[in-house]
């Protein structure tokens, strides 16, 4: 049984999809979440693999979010221990500022449906080799990221050069919400601050985006299933499950 440390900013931005796999593999889940407790300090030594979630932060906020200098540490001792490490959306921007990529705000925020292509490198990678043609995805950002040294570029979009990398052998950062299903999107298209970002970038259109969402989160949870499973398949499975309280 692997225990796996997630780290949470908001509410509404949860593990998704990889709830339940995790719990299906009899993993030791371990919440710390910063929106509750600012002040957390953890130890990822104790761990056997790290989730970074997404949230409304930008990872050059350390000024005004302390908390995301103490994440950037976690990751560095994480990416040192050689613990699987997987970074989602505001996750991937700070594993790759970590890294040493630089951040900053894009020309045209994705938010919304977008096409996630492959690179040249997604055939060889274990993960990524499930992308193999683009496919439907939901994106939530404003911010875009740099591709670290020595990382691997392993997918795009058209507006969005740098949807994901690898860095050594076991981290990733997604810069898309592949752990999003249609209940936790919906969600999203009803809360003010969520509504509010929809109306400031000109895509106000939150009825479109729940047709669209309805046709087509299968596509997009059948490949998070495949590519998640991918990333957790070091840690192993066990038949016992337990989930420990957030803190």
């Known amino acids: 049984m692997a225990k796996v440390l997630v780290f949470q900013h908001?509410?509404?931005?949860?593990?998704?999809?990889?709830?339940?796999?995790?719990?299906?593999?009899?993993?030791?889940?371990?919440?710390?979440?910063f929106h509750r407790d600012p002040d957390a300090r953890p130890d990822v030594s104790r761990y056997d693999a790290l989730i970074v979630l997404g949230g409304p932060q930008m990872p050059d906020q350390g000024d005004l979010h302390p908390h995301l200098n103490v994440e950037m540490r976690c990751i560095e001792e994480a990416l040192k221990r050689e613990i699987p490490l997987l970074g989602i959306c505001l996750g991937a921007q700070l594993l790759a500022y970590a890294l040493g990529g630089g951040v900053r705000p894009m020309k045209e925020w994705e938010i919304g449906w977008y096409a996630l292509e492959p690179t040249h490198f997604s055939a060889a990678d274990p993960v990524f080799c499930a992308l193999v043609e683009p496919h439907p995805v939901f994106q939530w950002h404003g911010y875009t990221f740099d591709l670290p040294a020595d990382a691997i570029h392993l997918a795009r979009s058209e507006t969005c050069e740098n949807q994901a990398f690898r860095y050594g052998h076991h981290a990733y950062g997604l810069q898309c919400h592949l752990e999003l299903d249609e209940r936790l999107i919906n969600r999203?298209?009803?809360?003010?601050?969520?509504?509010?970002?929809?109306?400031?970038?000109?895509?106000?259109?939150?009825?479109?985006?729940?047709?669209?969402?309805?046709?087509?989160?299968?596509?997009?949870?059948?490949?998070?299933?495949?590519?998640?499973?991918?990333?957790?398949?070091p840690l192993g499975e066990r038949n016992s499950r337990h989930v420990l309280p957030s803190r």
Do not use: K
């Open 10 to 33: 908001v509410p509404a931005e949860p593990l998704g999809t990889l709830d339940p796999m995790l719990r299906n593999r009899g993993h030791r889940i371990r919440y710390v979440n």
């Open 188 to 233: 999203w298209l009803s809360l003010p601050e969520y509504v509010a970002d929809l109306e400031a970038n000109g895509r106000g259109d939150a009825a479109l985006i729940r047709q669209q969402t309805h046709e087509l989160i299968g596509q997009s949870t059948a490949l998070s299933a495949e590519m998640f499973g991918q990333f957790l398949r």
